[in-house]
């Protein structure tokens, strides 16, 4: 989990309710975690490159510490775009917070962007694989990174990021008493969540905050 931010009002996804009664009636662990978050659901940045880059920011580093980061790259570049970033000498993007590789992950987007060598109009059309694809042949960009784009910017309903320190320890929490579970344990599981698992791994991180991800 990464950076989180104001919660305007918005509609929830089209399949955000089917999705909730789907998963309480197969997972009455989890059906008791919804219900306990009765008025809040994800909602799209809608940005592409503002998604990316809050990602990377928020990559290995503390909650708060990612939005302390954001805060001072939204005065340095206003509006985070690719043209904003770019015009910015790195020592000023140093100055934000950032690593010096972040520094240069974050530039090597807004070229990408800037160049349109990343399928952005596309992206709605292809699958969630051919999305990941698409975006880990930018520096910096993982599939940790790709699957957040899917479900915080493109609302993919089925996505589960395995590797998702805060979603493992979510399980952990709920579901065996704090025991650790394997990946692949994770992701049998999660079948149960199927065709919902990102709705489902939404709901585990409200488990350990309530305050919703937001990138």
Request: charged share 25%; with cysteine; glycine share 6%.
């Amino acid at each position: 989990m990464m950076a989180r931010g104001k919660q305007e009002l918005a509609a929830a996804p089209a399949y955000w309710a089917t999705a909730k009664r789907e998963l309480a009636r197969n997972d009455p662990v989890l059906g008791a975690i919804i219900r306990s978050y009765p008025r809040i659901h994800l909602q799209s940045r809608a940005d592409p490159f503002q998604t990316l880059a809050r990602s990377i920011v928020g990559q290995q580093i503390s909650v708060r510490a990612a939005q302390s980061v954001w805060d001072r790259l939204c005065m340095a570049a206003p509006g985070v775009t690719p043209a904003s970033v770019l015009v910015l000498e790195r020592t000023v993007l140093r100055a934000c917070g950032l690593s010096e590789r972040k520094t240069e992950y974050i530039a090597d987007l807004a070229r990408h962007f800037e160049a349109g060598t990343v399928c952005v109009r596309q992206w709605q059309e292809l699958n969630d694989e051919e999305v990941i694809a698409d975006l880990v042949r930018v520096r910096g960009i993982g599939r940790w990174t790709a699957e957040m784009f899917l479900i915080f910017n493109l609302l993919r309903p089925d996505v589960l990021p395995v590797d998702d320190l805060g979603l493992q320890r979510a399980v952990s929490v709920a579901y065996r008493n704090g025991r650790r579970l394997s990946v692949a344990g994770l992701r049998r599981m999660a079948q149960a969540w199927r065709p919902w698992r990102s709705v489902a791994t939404w709901y585990l991180w409200r488990s350990l905050d309530p305050l919703p991800v937001e990138y």
